[in-house]
């Protein structure tokens, strides 16, 4: 399997050490990886167009820092997975805020690089894509779960709630589950199934998903919290 890395760092040593680091990995893993380099975050950024299955991240870059570079990134692509790499671990806890899978401390080791690269992985096993059919009325349309960010049910009906817009089918949510039971989903109450890869924050009893409130109730608040972390933690 062949995965499209992004290596952003200022550091010429440094750039070539993740380099060396990934070749060996894939050698291990028996996987290959495509690198790109670059020197800064605003170079990434203007050739960012989803197009990388991972991002490994300094956070103290010229121009544009780390962080705030992940938080345009987040704006195009919700799901790539991004590792920071620094020397300030003080501040890479925010990393989590962005959706960052984990951070490296510098000097970077090996053996912490290969077990970091070992949940993400694990990570790209969750993130496996699918169509799924829906019924419109007398007409069927296919979706792409990786586009759905919210299911919603209302009386008879479900809503696709997904990047290209809103679809109605008549179905119960309970089959939708189990159509996405292999996905990263989950329910926050009774009437929405969320994409996890969609959610940006979680505020007392309401989920942002992609910018919009839902409520969680309070007998799925700890099931949909277990399964965020879990998706977040790669497993």
């Given at each position: 399997m062949v995965f499209r890395a992004g290596v952003v760092e200022d550091n010429k040593e440094s750039r070539e050490l993740l380099c060396g680091y990934l070749e060996k990995f894939g050698k291990e893993r028996n996987c290959d990886f495509n690198v790109a380099c670059y020197g800064d975050a605003l170079e990434f950024l203007d050739e960012f167009s989803g197009n990388f299955d991972i991002i490994f991240m300094d956070i103290e870059l010229p121009h544009l820092n780390g962080m705030d570079a992940v938080k345009k990134i987040r704006e195009r692509d919700k799901s790539v997975i991004v590792i920071f790499v620094t020397n300030m671990a003080q501040y890479a806890v925010k990393g989590?805020?962005?959706?960052?899978?984990?951070?490296?401390?510098?000097?970077?080791?090996?053996?912490?690089?290969?077990?970091?690269?070992?949940?993400?992985?694990?990570?790209?096993?969750?993130?496996?894509?699918?169509?799924?059919?829906?019924?419109?009325?007398?007409?069927?349309?296919?979706?792409?779960?990786?586009?759905?960010?919210?299911?919603?049910?209302?009386?008879?009906?479900?809503?696709?709630?997904?990047?290209?817009?809103?679809?109605?089918?008549?179905?119960?949510?309970?089959?939708?589950?189990?159509?996405?039971?292999?996905?990263?989903?989950?329910?926050?109450?009774?009437?929405?199934?969320?994409?996890?890869?969609?959610?940006?924050?979680?505020?007392?009893?309401?989920?942002?998903?992609?910018?919009?409130?839902?409520?969680?109730?309070?007998n799925k608040k700890k099931s949909f919290l277990t399964a965020l972390n879990e998706y977040l933690g790669g497993r």
């Open positions: 989590y805020e962005v959706n960052a899978l984990d951070f490296i401390v510098k000097p970077v080791q090996y053996d912490g690089f290969a077990m970091k690269m070992d949940r993400a992985l694990e990570r790209f096993k969750t993130m496996r894509d699918k169509d799924i059919w829906i019924t419109e009325r007398n007409n069927k349309r296919r979706l792409r779960a990786s586009d759905i960010k919210y299911v919603e049910v209302e009386h008879h009906s479900v809503i696709y709630h997904t990047t290209e817009g809103n679809y109605t089918a008549y179905d119960q949510l309970q089959n939708v589950c189990v159509a996405l039971a292999d996905l990263p989903f989950a329910l926050c109450n009774r009437c929405f199934l969320v994409n996890l890869r969609y959610v940006t924050a979680i505020e007392e009893f309401s989920v942002i998903v992609d910018g919009e409130p839902l409520q969680i109730s309070r």
